[in-house]
């Protein structure tokens, strides 16, 4: 027998929407847009190993980076959803140099714009680790009507109406926020719907994960290394011990903190002054996931939701996961 008791994504969004008088189901109509687009992702993504979808496109993308085959698809999957769609006013990706401008006469009146990453994680596509799709959504501020421009894109995190993920993996699950709160809907693969799975999801206010590069460790400043190295010394006596767990799959391992408790960092380094994350397309979305659950994230010197961006590819530090944890690295690691 079906469970009534458990709701699809679009129950769910259509619920949601009837809370509000003066909502309009764009909104709804975009989350449901971008689960048609993860489903058709997540069935190339489970035959990976099956066709030739497999290792290295032969290009680069914008950030220099070798570009996977199974990237080019997800991308193309992602814009062709948008803009098939009647939620959508352009779109940016990490994928391509510029943000696309959706033309036709009910894409202009549409009242938000999408940034995503299509495929993060993408390295480990040909070794079977999980990986998944970021988003972030912004109400535009150029009039309806009219075509977006960059300024729509580029506006700081704190503006986002909505953020999520989807997480490929053992099962393909996927996670978005409003200011109402996070939940996390499984897809199931017998009815091909995402079911509501983890309710009003909240980020432990502390945990035992850390999760960071140790092959970076002599790069990092010198506050990063005193955190690691009490992390690493922590006893049950000091509120431990600490366990270290790092996939090398952002959304992996933010997923993993932000239902067990945990913290992940991703620091600057001699290398990569600036960060190596993408501000917009990973940082602002987890930020505000991790936010509206409760959690904190910031770039080391501020909070991630309030630097103002200047680039639709702007690199950055990530400190992100429970609260507590967070404090406790600021001891060693004080905001600017």
Known sequence: MVNRKVLTLDEFTIFQKRQFASATGELSGLLRDIGLASKRINVEVNKAGLVDILGDHGSTNVQGEEVKKLDIYANDQMIRVLQHGISCAGIGSEEIDDFVIFDDEVSLNSKYVVMFDPLDGSGNIDVNISIGTIFSVFKRITPLGTPVTKADFLQRGDRQVAAGYVIYGSSTMLVYATRRGVNGFTLDPAIGEF?????????????????????NYYQYDKGIQEYINACQQKTKSTGGPYTQRYIGSMVADVHRNLLKGGIFMYPTTRDKPKGKLRLMYECNPFAFIVEMAGGRATDGKKRILEVEPNDLHQRSALFIGSPLMMDELEKYYPLA
Do not use: A, D, E, Q
Request: with cysteine.
């Open 195 to 215: 079911c509501l799975s983890h309710p009003n999801i909240k980020c432990p206010p502390t945990g035992n994960i850390y999760s960071v590069n140790h092959g």
